[in-house]
């Protein structure tokens, strides 16, 4: 079993920043790819972005490219998503999750966290 929780979700203002992080516990967290995905109301959820079990090679939806960066502490058992230039559509409950692959496809994702509402003020 993985634990993951999340943190650093608040109210911004468009154009702002937030940073997420996501201690995990449990297994050993570095043998994992770990994700962000994201849930607007009224929506599924959807791929943000994920992370190798290294940290060196990273992948993002195309809505985010530029904007957000994911990293990994293996040390801290953390995975954080840094989010610059926020627009209003970057609204939703994030996720972070686990998996043994690297892939967007939320199946694929083993172990989830609660979230934690993010909410861009236009």
């Known amino acids: 079993q993985v634990q993951l929780v999340e943190s650093g979700g608040g109210l911004v203002q468009a154009g702002g920043s937030l940073r997420l992080s996501c201690a995990a516990s449990?297994?050993?967290?570095?043998?994992?790819?770990m994700g962000w995905f994201r849930q607007a109301p009224g929506k599924e959820r959807e791929f943000v972005a994920n992370?190798?079990?290294?940290?060196?090679?990273?992948y993002y939806t195309d809505s985010v490219k530029g904007r957000f960066t994911i990293s990994r502490d293996n040390a801290k058992n953390t995975v954080y998503l840094q989010m610059n230039s926020l627009k209003a559509e970057d609204t939703a409950v994030y996720y972070c999750?686990?998996?043994?692959?690297?892939?967007?496809?939320?199946?694929?994702?083993?172990?989830w966290g609660q979230g934690t509402q993010v909410t861009v003020s236009s």
């Open positions: 999750a686990a998996s043994r692959y690297g892939t967007y496809r939320r199946e694929f994702y083993n172990y």
């Open positions: 449990g297994r050993t967290f570095s043998n994992y790819f």
């Open positions: 992370i190798n079990s290294s940290g060196g090679s990273t």
